[in-house]
Structure formats: structure tokens, C-alpha cells
């Protein structure tokens, strides 16, 4: 299977997890990126299960709504039972980094709302340790060379994503090289910086599933 195919595998998978789950009443939580539309597009076979989607970015709230999904804003939704997202990097804990589309921020946010955050990736994504994909940083941007200064500091190496500006009006700086031994620290860490919005380890609220691509069909991880 190509990795295509893999990310269309977990789509499916993760649209069959939640559907037994699905009332009138439910609220889907859904991620950005590939992987994400991919599962968008299971879900909308089941659009007329359950109420609508919190989305983590416009790109996703347009595909949503494209395909007749209603997109509720958080703020006027009082329990979101599931998130599902992709990831750039998963340890074998469900810790990741995210952020490689830049929507970081109101992915982290969605997810700490969502009762329960299904992971879906195919098996490059799977590592030892994070920190081999750069670890994004969303910046305010007058901040941004303080911030990337205090990164050098922590020992990374990081790079402005030039002509990115996220959906918070905020600019990325993708920080390589740094050495991740605890997740949860450098996720702190990092979120102490002044002029940080936020970082893409998501340890502090890690997933609660992983349904992983694999060429052997798609594992589910706890
Ligand atoms: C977007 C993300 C994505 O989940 C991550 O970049 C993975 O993307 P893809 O599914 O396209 O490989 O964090 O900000």
C-alpha cells in the first residue's frame, strides 16, 4: 500500500471507531491535513448521525461544510466527545508533534475540549523519540527573533517558515535538532517563552487512541 493509501485506511478506520458512538446530539472534533480529509471524507457517508463539527482550521471547516456538514464554533459547544487528527511524529506514550499545516494552535485547543483524541497515522510517523520532524512554534510576530534566540538556548535549530501566517495571525518558526528526551518538560518549556502561542508537542494532553496505517492492516495502539 502506498502512503496514500494508508492515510485513506485510518480515514475509514477512524469514521468506523466513532460510528457505533454517534447520536443526534454529537459533535465531532476534527484535525488538518491529509490524513484529517481523509477522515472528513469517510465521515460524511455518517453526516446524518450526529449534529455537526468543531473544525481546527478554515481549510477543514470549508471541506466540512462542502460536504453539507454543519461547522459549530467551540465556543457555543458545551461537550465535544471526540477529536481526531493526524500527526507529524507519535512515540509509542501517543505523545506527538503536530503542526507540519500550521494549525497547531486551535488543534491543541479542540483537543483539550474532546473527551477522547483518536490519533490516525500511517506507520512513518511511528518513532522512538520525537524530534527528528522540526518541531513547529506558533509565534506572535514581533516576537519572533526573541523567541527563536531562546530556542538556540534549548539547544534547536530554528527556521523561519517564511510567507506562513496561521489562521491566529501568528508565523511558525520550525525548530530542528532538538533533543526531546521528555516530552511533557520541553512542551512547558517551550510554552514559557514569552511571545509563544503555543508548540507542537502535544504531550501535556497526548491521544487517547492511535489507529495506525501499518502494511499488515491498521493497529489500534492504547
Ligand atoms: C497540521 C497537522 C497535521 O496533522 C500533520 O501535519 C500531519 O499532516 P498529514 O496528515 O498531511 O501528514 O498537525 O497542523
Do not use: W
Amino acid at each position: 500500500m502506498t502512503q496514500d493509501e494508508l492515510k485513506r485506511a485510518v480515514g475509514e478506520a477512524a469514521a468506523a471507531y466513532i460510528r457505533p458512538k454517534l447520536d443526534k446530539d454529537s459533535i465531532v472534533g476534527v484535525g488538518t491535513g491529509s490524513t484529517a480529509n481523509c477522515f472528513i471524507d469517510a465521515l460524511a457517508q455518517d453526516k446524518f448521525l450526529f449534529a455537526g463539527a468543531v473544525a481546527s482550521s478554515e481549510a477543514t471547516a470549508q471541506r466540512l461544510r462542502d460536504h453539507g456538514i454543519e461547522v459549530f464554533d467551540l465556543n457555543n459547544v458545551g461537550k465535544l466527545d471526540f477529536y481526531i487528527d493526524g500527526a507529524d511524529e507519535v512515540n509509542r506514550n501517543l505523545e506527538l508533534i503536530k503542526g507540519g499545516g500550521a494549525a497547531l494552535t486551535r488543534e491543541k485547543i479542540v483537543a483539550a475540549v474532546a473527551r477522547e483524541f483518536i490519533c490516525i497515522a500511517d506507520e512513518t510517523k511511528m518513532v522512538e523519540r520525537l524530534g527528528k520532524f522540526p518541531l513547529p512554534v506558533e509565534v506572535i510576530p514581533m516576537a519572533r527573533s526573541y523567541v527563536a534566540r531562546e530556542l538556540v538556548k534549548l539547544g534547536g535549530n530554528p527556521v523561519y517558515r517564511e510567507g506562513v501566517v496561521t489562521d491566529n495571525g501568528g508565523q511558525i518558526l520550525d525548530v530542528y535538532d532538538l533533543f526531546v528526551d521528555s516530552a511533557i518538560g520541553m512542551e512547558n518549556r517551550i510554552n514559557h517563552i514569552t511571545g509563544v502561542i503555543t508548540n507542537g508537542l502535544f504531550a501535556r494532553r497526548a491521544a487517547d487512541v492511535l489507529l495506525l496505517g501499518t502494511q499488515k492492516g491498521v493497529r489500534t495502539l492504547t
